[in-house]
């Protein structure tokens, strides 16, 4: 609940509205969508990783957004490195875009875009590996990524986003003989969906590089994890 308080009070501190040109000579809502970052992950409750993510504008609203993420896992005192690797297509418009094609009564209502709605949808696969055991997960996984993105352009960006996706998770064999002969921990996918929810801070430190921090929650493994990262436009 504290996470939640603290994303409602950045959304709130970020500019809302701004000049038509900024800084950078953009447009308040000209958010780059053809880019390649990489992030420093920190968990409360693993080893510390590595992300690598990029994204390429499409026609109109949509882009494509790959990205590795290579961390740990704490489990029963055991570390435990997990690659996961996601690909999505995704699409974005302005509320006031939105608002504004809807007619009640024969009225066009106008609003003013504050921020834009993005959707992402795509597929995901990982592996687990430690000293024991290999876990190589070759099926694909459905993956969603919805969220508001708003801030300027031309300054400080932001994103408040909720990822739903299936995962593998550890589970140890309750099994009585291989109990008896300390059998493995094994992997599975869950049946429970894995739910991040999160926020992200984007400074736009000049037209092609730019800085970034967020944090997430994580349902699966009731972790919460720091990201800090960088990234270039293009």
């Given at each position: 609940?504290?996470l939640?308080?603290?994303?409602?009070?950045?959304?709130?501190?970020?500019?809302?509205?701004?000049e038509?040109?900024g800084?950078?000579?953009?447009?308040?809502?000209?958010?780059r969508?053809?880019?390649?970052?990489?992030?420093?992950?920190?968990s409360?409750?693993?080893?510390n990783?590595?992300?690598?993510?990029?994204?390429?504008?499409?026609?109109?609203?949509?882009?494509?957004?790959?990205?590795?993420?290579?961390?740990?896992?704490?489990?029963?005192?055991?570390?435990i490195d997990?690659?996961?690797?996601?690909?999505?297509i995704?699409?974005?418009?302005?509320?006031?875009?939105?608002?504004?094609?809807?007619?009640a009564?024969?009225?066009?209502?106008?609003i003013k875009?504050i921020?834009?709605?993005y959707?992402?949808?795509?597929?995901?696969s990982?592996?687990?590996?430690?000293?024991?055991?290999?876990?190589?997960?070759?099926?694909?996984e459905?993956?969603?990524?919805?969220?508001?993105?708003?801030?300027?352009?031309?300054?400080?960006?932001?994103?408040?986003?909720?990822?739903?996706?299936?995962?593998?998770?550890?589970?140890?064999?309750?099994?009585?003989?291989?109990?008896?002969?300390?059998?493995?921990?094994i992997?599975?996918?869950?049946?429970?969906?894995n739910?991040?929810?999160?926020?992200e801070?984007?400074?736009?430190?000049?037209k092609?590089?730019?800085?970034?921090i967020?944090?997430?929650?994580?349902?699966?493994?009731?972790?919460?994890?720091?990201?800090?990262?960088?990234?270039?436009?293009?």
């Amino acid at each position: 609940m504290k996470l939640l308080y603290f994303f409602l009070f950045v959304f709130l501190a970020f500019p809302i509205f701004s000049e038509e040109k900024g800084r950078l000579d953009r447009e308040q809502f000209d958010f780059r969508y053809t880019s390649i970052g990489i992030n420093f992950i920190n968990s409360n409750s693993a080893e510390n990783g590595l992300a690598i993510n990029s994204s390429f504008k499409l026609p109109g609203p949509l882009y494509l957004k790959f990205e590795r993420r290579g961390e740990g896992i704490d489990f029963e005192n055991e570390s435990i490195d997990k690659t996961t690797d996601s690909f999505r297509i995704g699409a974005h418009s302005g509320i006031g875009d939105i608002l504004s094609n809807i007619s009640a009564s024969g009225v066009n209502l106008s609003i003013k875009n504050i921020f834009e709605i993005y959707g992402e949808f795509g597929v995901k696969s990982w592996s687990v590996e430690n000293e024991n055991f290999d876990f190589d997960e070759n099926n694909y996984e459905a993956h969603f990524v919805t969220g508001i993105h708003f801030g300027d352009s031309n300054d400080w960006e932001g994103k408040i986003f909720l990822d739903v996706s299936s995962e593998a998770e550890p589970v140890i064999n309750d099994d009585v003989v291989c109990l008896e002969l300390d059998c493995p921990t094994i992997y599975e996918i869950s049946d429970d969906q894995n739910r991040r929810f999160g926020f992200e801070a984007i400074y736009n430190r000049g037209k092609y590089t730019a800085f970034t921090i967020g944090a997430s929650t994580n349902s699966l493994y009731d972790s919460t994890s720091l990201e800090i990262g960088f990234r270039v436009n293009l």
